[in-house]
């Protein structure tokens, strides 16, 4: 059983490695299906880590703006808004609202 204390020590945890500098792939944005699959694919072989999914999620503590639209957690059709969560299984990882990943789909 996963608690709210858990989720926040993730968030944190997450929050303070994308701070400290972490370089993610923001780009590309995964807008075709092609671009998906590379990048569950790549999620899917890597270590699973908090990091390595950040990373190949290409994370951001900021919204990104994308072809006219303002990609942020709290738009994408994967975000939970009582729990601030991605469920995308790939990623399944506590967020925040304005954060966004190279995967949001509205
Ligand atoms: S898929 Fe990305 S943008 Fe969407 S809720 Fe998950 S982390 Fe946020």
Known sequence: MVSDDDDDAIRTQAEKLLKDGLETQVFPRA???E????IIGDLKVSDGSL??????GGFTLVPVEHGDIEQACETCMYYL?????????ELDLPVEEEWSCNLWRI
């Open 51 to 56: 990091t390595q999914r950040l990373v190949i």
């Open 81 to 89: 808004v009582h729990r601030r969560y991605c469920e995308l299984p």
């Open 31 to 33: 807008d075709d299906q």
């Open 35 to 38: 671009t998906v699959l590379k």
